[in-house]
């Protein structure tokens, strides 16, 4: 497997006693061993690890993965045989990708076997390498240049899905690979919408857009919120845009090896509140970035993760005034041994 990452699955495996892991997220999958399909299976052993997949991806598997490829014609008798061969009694799966319906054909296909939910292998990625930091700095870079490159669009009458439109050619022109998810381009009281997916409003002077976007390099990520005003704006407008950033700025200052992400959220959650506008940031201040947009860990008043270098999160405070707009600026960071490296 790749870089010997296959390390963190075998340390689960050690904890919960198990014969081996089967592995069916794709992006684990795409971890561990470098394959970039989109049907596959990989089940993990302490000594070994075993890849399968349908007859469409068998050669692409074989050059990608450098691996003995299995190849199924339906997933369960594929894995069933396996774990056959290997005499499992005790397997476990990622419980939180794995669907009802298949795991009842593995249960009944298995009687003589123990399965066991894992809940913990979306943490195998949270720490990145150079390499993967490097594809994600890129998709940012993708990113820079392609707002840069529209924003003459960015003026009274313009519709926000031609923003969202323009934007998303922008992105896959330069390099990237897909778009992250469905653009955000959200003007004037749409602002308020977190999600506010780009519509058919046409922007109006005097008011604030809200533009979340991203793109995706060599399958890593990059995702970031900006939030422009469409010439000038009232005051009370331009506050909370200073309001936001302040909360921006102070949560990112506040990143460091050790420091719990509930702290991180807290001190963005906390300046926010303490301006009057408490009431008005209701998500989590961040969500970690990789193959994923969004992946573990979560940055927010539930999480119990500690940062660690290597970690890369979004920050990304936000205020959202019912009827008459919103702010949310968004940036990726990544630990290192003093603070934090900011990518976006």
Known sequence: MVKGRGLAARNIIEEQGLDALLFTDMANIRYLCGFTGSEALLLVTLSDAYFLTDSRYTTQAEAETGMPVRTFKVKHDGIVTLLRDLNCSRVGFEAAKVSYALHQELKSATTDISWVPVTTTDRIRQRKDEDELSCICRAADYNAAALQSIRQLLIPGARECD???????????????????????????????????ASTRRLAAGELITIDFGTRCNGYYSDETVTLAIGSVADDLRRLHDVVLEAHDRAIAAVKPGERLADIDA??????????????????????????????????????????????????????????????????????????????
């Open 267 to 344: 001190v963005a959650r906390e300046y926010i509140a303490a301006q009057g506008f408490g009431d008005y940031f209701g998500h989590g201040l961040g969500h970690g970035v990789g193959l994923e947009v969004h992946e573990w860990p979560r940055v927010s008043p539930q999480s119990k993760a500690v940062a660690e270098v290597g970690m890369v999160f979004t920050i990304e405070p936000g205020i959202y005034l019912p009827g008459k707009g919103g702010v949310r600026i968004e940036d990726i960071v990544a630990v290192t041994a003093s603070g934090c490296r900011v990518l976006t």
């Open 163 to 197: 923003i969202a439109l323009e934007l998303e050619v922008a992105l896959r022109k330069l390099g990237g690979e897909d778009k992250a998810f469905d653009f955000i381009v959200a003007s004037g009281e749409r602002g308020a919408l977190p999600h506010g997916v």
